[in-house]
């Protein structure tokens, strides 16, 4: 578990001829997933997010196209990252605010910690800064 963002790199395997295959397998990730959605179809001009998690952690790939994600610790730590390959993920920790960004094509796959809990959302700015 790490305090910060980063970006995970999957192998990949297979060549241009055939196609390639990512695989994530638990014990090379940061948390045991207990859940997989994806998001898609997110019109260019929509801005998504603007939460950050009290306890969930996550690990968000652009499957196809790509995502800009912006990044908000509370100490005031911003990053971007764009997300344009299947083979990167980006894991964000909890208490993280977040901002994601999509080209039309894009497919966002999260996997995450733990189960869907709304009370697990903080999607208040300023209750998050608290
Ligand atoms: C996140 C980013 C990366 C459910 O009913 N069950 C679920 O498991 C999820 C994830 C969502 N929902 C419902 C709750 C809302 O009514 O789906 C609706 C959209 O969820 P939300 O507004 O949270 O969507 P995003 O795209 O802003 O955020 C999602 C995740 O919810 C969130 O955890 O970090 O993707």
Redesign the pocket.
Known sequence: MSSTPYLIHFNSIGKSDIGYISIAEKETLPFVPQ?I?W?YYTPEDVK????S?YN?E?I?VAVAGKIIVTTEMKNGNKQEFILDTPKTGLY?PKMCW?I?QYSHNAV?M?I?SDT?T?TD?IRDYNEFLK
Not at 48 to 51: D, E, P, V
């Open positions: 859940r959605y998001t998504r997010g603007f939460h998690h969930l996550q968000l964000v977040r994601m966002q999260c995450a869907y709304e959302y």
